[in-house]
């Protein structure tokens, strides 16, 4: 009887939160393009949905349920189209072909092209389905140079390329990021490197994305003239969205929680977007005539509108950039049409269009960390206690200053607690120091450098007026650094941590979802997920010992610090899955043979000297051997427990779990010895 009171009270619960049901509608479009990209976790997610639906059916909510297979399906659909129409090469090719230039991505020291194949080589190696297909082609040093000063290099030319094409990278160890993934859900096919900068055969100057091209090169070179080094590819950074920051910039950045400054997002879009509307609300409240007779504030929201839409455009129409304006025009679309402008139905709309027209954005940092942080801000100030609070300080009069003060606070934290999962499960790291960080920069940003460089920009005409809001901007950006700077030297602020395991993870994303979602009190679950799941990240297994497909490069964990036997050969890879597991030191170890898990794995390096002798009394306590040496032979008295570099050729890299003994491939999957 308790049972089926529970599971009324349950129901009740559900029904009475009806109106945000559609609040939901993202979470089933994503977990249909799981289904089409994880085949592994294709079976999960279908038992989820059939059981969901199930349960509607039942109590004959038929809509409902057909809405939740609909979505299913349109996730689905949208991302299995993208990996039916891209083409993947298999192997290496080096080719000769004409390509059409899709876009043009500068950072601080390569450029990369992104490109459609328009005519192929007549060589016998490369694969005719590369014809229409995209490739996406990097280069550095001289060519780079030469590329940047070519003026006809602009998107939409025909070009020639002479280029080393490579397959997809796959990922390295299990855990690690599936940048294939994201590359065919782009439609790219195939990542490389330019012998020469491309010769181009035609250009189009007139088309617009060329001219857009050409106006975010001329506002860089303008803020190149007038800006310092650092100032100027901040600044670029801010408005024309190219990553020319340097290393140790954004390193500061990143160890102090602002590193999503450096990106255009909804803070930037919003900041821009409110600059215009504010300055526009002015314009026009000082002429009468126009205040009288028209509803100023709709007229300046479209001019808000329109001015957000441009700066897409200059920024490189990016996908966090994208995501920012659908938010955007939600948000004037309710200043339009009298009502709320922010609410968890816009926010659930602007992610499902996101994710039906770009399927790979659910399984990106920027999408995650974004909308986790604004539905948390949402949540955050529809709890009746914020709101009460905010009212009686209205009430109150309290000063204005006093209350941005606090709702910054309030804001800064919220957002960065939020968020905090999705930064250790993308850059393993932890930085406790973000909160202060924000609560200085944010301001800063949001009332002198963007209104600053907005000023710039609008007063180029006027050489007097714009150098001063150059010298303003040369400072508050100088500013930036400095508190960058100094908090990421300060104690807490690079704290590594391993990555969560995806069913970790998911369990945290699920539980999160029911806390921000649902506004009656059964919301606390969601509260008890979240520590759940917190309790699974501290007693979840890592990894012991990563060794590479070629027998020659391993890193095993010991504390925090990862033992390297090379620091050449993988040493990306290597670097990384120290990270993965929480090393946050790399020291290089050459020895005949490793003694790992209390004696019981014993590990021989490809180039170890070990006599006969010294192995066979060694082999009496191993549990497991792993022997890396070329033409290595498995003992007899451990068959079954030996690992060697013809079975690492047949599985590719290998992690070594200690305690349960468990040998687990890159792609997550158990292997035997057997």
């Known amino acids: 009887m308790r049972s089926l009171s529970f599971y009324h009270t349950l129901w009740n619960n559900l029904i009475e939160e009806k109106r945000r049901w559609f609040c939901w509608l993202p979470l089933f479009i994503g977990i249909g393009v799981i289904i089409a990209v994880c085949q592994e976790k294709a079976s999960y997610c279908l038992a989820a949905i059939i059981f969901?639906?199930?349960?509607?059916?039942?109590?004959?909510?038929?809509?409902?349920?057909?809405?939740?297979?609909?979505?299913?399906?349109?996730?689905?659909?949208?991302?299995?189209?993208?990996?039916?129409?891209?083409?993947?090469?298999?192997?290496?090719?080096?080719?000769?072909?004409?390509?059409?230039?899709?876009?043009?991505?500068h950072s601080s020291n390569s450029t990369a092209l992104t490109a459609t194949v328009e005519e192929l080589s007549d060589d016998e190696d490369i694969p005719p389905a590369l014809l229409h297909s995209k490739i996406k082609v990097t280069t550095k040093g001289r060519i780079r140079d030469l590329m940047v000063e070519d003026d006809k290099l602009l998107p939409q030319s025909v070009a020639k390329i002479n280029a080393m094409l490579f397959s997809l990278r796959r990922p390295q160890y299990y855990g690690d990021f599936d940048s294939r993934q994201i590359a065919v859900l782009r439609g790219i096919g195939a990542n490389g490197i330019l012998f020469s900068p491309p010769k181009v055969i035609s250009c189009s100057t007139n088309r617009p994305t060329a001219l857009i091209y050409k106006v975010r090169s001329a506002i860089n070179a303008y803020f190149k003239r007038h800006l310092d080094h650092n100032q100027y590819t901040i600044a670029c950074a801010?408005?024309?969205?190219?990553?020319?920051?340097?290393?140790?910039?954004?390193?500061?950045?990143?160890?102090?929680?602002?590193?999503?400054?450096?990106?255009?997002?909804?803070?930037?879009m919003c900041i821009f977007g409110g600059v215009i509307f504010t300055v526009f609300r002015w314009i026009f409240a000082m002429i009468p005539i126009i205040t009288l007779r028209y509803n100023t504030k709709k007229i300046a929201a479209v001019i808000s509108l329109i001015a957000a839409i441009a700066y897409l455009f200059i920024s490189g129409n990016k996908v966090p950039a994208t995501r920012a304006l659908v938010a955007y025009f939600i948000v004037i679309l309710g200043v339009l049409t009298d009502r709320k402008p922010l609410s968890m139905r816009s926010l659930a709309i602007a992610a499902a269009l996101i994710v039906l027209f770009a399927p790979e954005s659910i399984f990106l940092p920027g999408f995650q960390m974004s909308f986790a942080a604004t539905a948390t801000l949402i949540a955050t100030y529809e709890t009746k206690f914020i709101k009460n609070f905010f009212n009686r300080s209205r009430e109150k009069r309290t000063s204005k200053l006093g209350v941005y003060i606090l709702s910054t606070i309030c804001s800064t934290t919220a957002a960065s607690l939020s968020v905090i999962p999705f930064t250790v499960n993308f850059f393993n790291l932890l930085t406790l120091n973000s909160i202060p960080s924000n609560v200085l920069a944010i301001p800063l940003v949001g009332f002198v450098i963007i209104p600053g460089l907005t000023f710039v920009l609008a007063s180029c005409w006027w050489s007097a007026a714009a150098n001063i809001g150059f010298n303003v901007v040369n400072w508050s950006i100088a500013q930036l650094i400095n508190i960058a700077n100094f908090v990421s030297n300060l104690p807490g602020s690079q704290i590594v941590c391993p990555t969560p395991t995806k069913t970790t993870l998911s369990i945290f994303v699920l539980s999160f979802l029911w806390l921000v979602i649902w506004r009656r009190k059964w919301r606390i679950v969601g509260l008890l997920g979240i520590i759940l799941s917190l309790g699974l990240y501290?007693?979840?297994?890592?990894?012991?010992?990563?060794?590479?497909?070629?027998?020659?490069?391993?890193?095993?964990?010991?504390?925090?610090?990862?033992?390297?036997?090379?620091?050449?050969?993988?040493?990306?890879?290597?670097?990384?899955?120290?990270?993965?597991?929480?090393c946050s030191k790399i020291e290089k170890q050459t020895c005949d043979y490793f003694l790992l898990n209390f004696g019981k794995l014993l590990l021989i390096p490809h180039d170890s000297e070990i006599s006969d002798d010294t192995l066979s009394n060694m082999l009496l306590k191993t549990e497991l051997l792993i022997?890396?040496?070329?033409?290595?032979?498995?003992?007899?008295?451990?068959?079954?427990?030996?690992?060697?570099?013809?079975?690492?050729?047949?599985?590719?890299?290998?992690?070594?779990?200690?305690?349960?003994l468990k040998i687990i491939d890159a792609a997550g999957h158990s292997v035997s010895l057997d």
Request: hydrophobic share 45%; with cysteine; proline share 4%.
């Open 538 to 582: 501290t007693v979840s297994p890592k990894p012991c010992l990563f060794i590479h497909s070629d027998g020659r490069a391993f890193a095993i964990r010991s504390g925090d610090t990862a033992i390297v036997n090379t620091k050449i050969r993988a040493r990306n890879t290597m670097k990384h899955w120290a990270l993965s597991v929480g």
């Open 52 to 105: 969901v639906t199930c349960l509607f059916i039942v109590k004959k909510l038929y809509l409902e349920s057909f809405a939740i297979l609909a979505a299913t399906a349109a996730g689905f659909l949208a991302a299995e189209m993208r990996n039916h129409l891209t083409f993947e090469i298999a192997d290496s090719i080096s080719l000769s072909c004409k390509v059409r230039i899709n876009n043009i991505d």
């Open 238 to 268: 801010l408005i024309t969205g190219d990553p020319l920051v340097n290393q140790n910039i954004r390193s500061s950045f990143a160890n102090a929680g602002m590193a999503h400054i450096l990106a255009i997002s909804g803070l930037h």
């Open 627 to 660: 022997d890396l040496r070329p033409g290595a032979n498995r003992p007899d008295a451990l068959a079954g427990r030996t690992i060697t570099t013809k079975l690492l050729r047949k599985f590719g890299n290998l992690g070594i779990y200690e305690k349960p």
